[in-house]
């Protein structure tokens, strides 16, 4: 699996095993707020700050419509990492209401 969906993750979050939330948006873009509780890694820093990013630990990548986060976790999964990307990014988890925080 390659993209889910926000509800999905919403309800993932809320689970015993929540996914880490790597967000891969440029810093300005963090004004519009993120999800709780996400690591922010900007894409391009994310080569020389892989080791920030656990191992064995799903990861769930986010950007602002979601092709950057597509693209690393794309990334990830080629390091052997089990990483997907959030459908939409924070775009689709905002339009459906679901918690941002600043």
Do not use: F, T, V
């Given at each position: 699996?390659?993209?889910?969906?926000?509800?999905?993750?919403?309800?993932?979050l809320a689970g015993p095993n929540p996914p880490l939330i790597l967000d891969v948006r440029n810093l300005p873009e963090l004004a519009g707020g993120r999800i709780e509780g996400s690591v922010h890694i900007p894409m391009n820093e994310l080569p020389a700050r892989l080791a920030e990013v656990p191992e064995g630990r799903e990861v769930v990548t986010v950007c602002q419509k979601g092709m950057r986060s597509f693209n690393a976790a794309g990334w990830l999964r080629q390091l052997g990492r089990s990483a997907t990307s959030l459908q939409g990014g924070m775009d689709q988890w905002k339009?459906?209401?679901l918690p941002v925080t600043r």
């Open positions: 699996m390659n993209e889910i969906d926000a509800r999905s993750l919403q309800q993932k339009a459906l209401g």
